[in-house]
């Protein structure tokens, strides 16, 4: 009796736990994993190319193999791209345009993000009268395609006497931000603990003050996501750019199109390579330095409501 209730305390002991071991080649691994490598290689293949073309002259260009790697590499093209390359009679490069989305991005973005900012916050925890019919409004608005209002707009310009200027593309863009940042900060605002704001109001703060003091120093992540998806939309923006900013404004996007459009003497495919790669570099390295930064303002609530 004694012996197995010795054998029973043993097998009680050894008893396996905790989650069963899988295979490393199991065939579901094998599967999943064989689908992500073919969907990051139909994603990575034409970065691949655009860089190999980027790096050959137009002699190993012309020998047709495009996913051959450059047997001498050169940074002509890129240097022809950035100050040579023509757009029509201009043979500036796309400089003058990168410079000119310089110009066009950075006002849109602060003006669109700190708007949005107090419009999300009011709606979050200042309620007023009709807030949820103007925040319906304002939705609504985010839906409405560009191509409806274009026409409106161009005669709203031209009243406002900035037609054919770089305020005119800040002030669409600014507008046109507004729904879809307000609706992140809204919901971000009301996923935070709303004891804080009650503690604020009982010691006194106003509006302002619980927004500065309280809510924006906690806010560090969904500026992030507000400001990368408005670098991101403005940036590569081309429509708004063709149509208000001017021919002497036109951002990086519609440079970038004049030169690859250019019918003038050979096609420098190389260059044309290049100057892509410039015109997507900016939101690229955005996302690169403030990824972790996204994704924790993205899981903090900004998607939630």
């Known amino acids: ?17 905790g989650a069963r071991p ?13 689908i992500l490598t073919v969907a990051a290689l ?23 193999n495009i996913f051959a790697p450059p047997v001498q590499i050169t940074f002509e093209p890129w240097v022809k791209a950035w100050s040579q390359a023509c757009t029509g009679l201009d043979c500036s490069g796309i400089s003058v345009g990168f410079w000119k989305s310089v110009k066009i991005t950075i006002p849109s973005v602060i003006i669109s993000v700190a708007i949005a900012s107090v419009n999300g916050y009011g709606l ?12 319906t409004i304002l939705l609504f608005g985010a839906f409405i395609p560009y191509q409806v209002m274009l026409y409106p707009l161009v005669i709203i310009m031209r009243e406002l006497g900035i037609f054919s200027t770089i305020w005119a593309v800040v ?13 992140l900060f809204r919901n971000y605002f009301a996923s935070l603990p ?8 009982v010691d006194g703060a106003g509006f302002w ?15 992030v996501v507000s400001m990368i998806i408005q670098i991101t939309g403005i940036w590569n923006d081309f429509l708004f750019g063709v149509i208000f900013a001017g021919n002497q404004n036109f951002p990086m996007t519609v440079q970038l199109n004049n030169i690859v459009n250019a ?3 050979v096609k420098e495919y190389n260059v044309n390579m290049a100057a892509t790669l410039l015109t997507g570099a900016v939101p690229l390295i955005v996302y690169f330095v403030s990824g972790r930064l996204f994704v924790r303002g993205i899981a903090a609530g900004a998607v939630k409501g």
Do not use: C
Request: glycine share 4%; hydrophobic share 50%; net charge positive.
């Open 1 to 17: 009796m004694a012996m197995a209730t010795t054998t029973n305390s043993i097998a009680s002991v050894v008893e396996p736990a």
């Open 22 to 34: 899988r295979r490393m080649f199991a065939p579901s691994t094998i599967i999943l994993y064989s």
């Open 42 to 64: 139909y994603y990575l293949l034409p970065l691949y190319v655009m860089v190999v073309t980027s790096l050959k002259d137009m002699t190993e260009i012309r020998m047709g």
């Open 124 to 135: 979050s925890y200042w309620r007023f009268k009709g807030s949820e019919v103007f925040f």
């Open 171 to 183: 002030l669409v863009h600014t507008i046109f931000g507004m729904p879809i940042n307000t609706l």
């Open 194 to 201: 709303p004891e804080l704001f009650k503690a604020a109001r």
């Open 209 to 223: 003050q619980v927004f500065f003091r309280i809510m924006l120093p906690m806010s560090l992540p969904i500026f």
């Open 263 to 265: 019918v003038q003497g």
